[in-house]
């Protein structure tokens, strides 16, 4: 018998926030996301497994993790995490 078990992350919440990109420069273009990670087992989630966040510029695409983001950004995204519910 086969068992295929892995994780996946699904976006679970959005939000736009105000400044610049760091990368072309364009003003009020950054969202901040939020990705639930689920273990699953044949391709079924079923255990949710921690929540991760990004900054992503709309405009050129690049992304800045959440290590890297500044303490007020972080803040943001704190907020935006507790306010994401996981699917079930």
């Known amino acids: ?29 950054l969202q901040l996301e939020v990705y639930q990670n689920y273990a699953h ?20 695409q690049k992304v800045k993790a959440e290590r890297d983001l500044s303490d007020d950004m972080k803040e943001q995204l704190t907020e935006l995490k507790h306010r994401s519910k996981a699917p079930l």
Do not use: E
């Not at 736009?16 to 990109?21: D, E, F, K, L, T």
């Not at 087992?41 to 050129?60: E, H, M, N, R, T």
């Open 1 to 29: 018998m086969i068992i295929i078990f892995g994780s996946k992350s699904r976006r679970t919440g959005s939000a736009a926030v105000s400044g610049y990109c760091w990368n072309c420069h364009s003003t009020d273009t």
């Open 41 to 60: 087992i044949l391709y079924i989630p079923l255990v949710p497994a921690g929540k991760d966040g990004q900054l992503v510029c709309l405009s050129c």
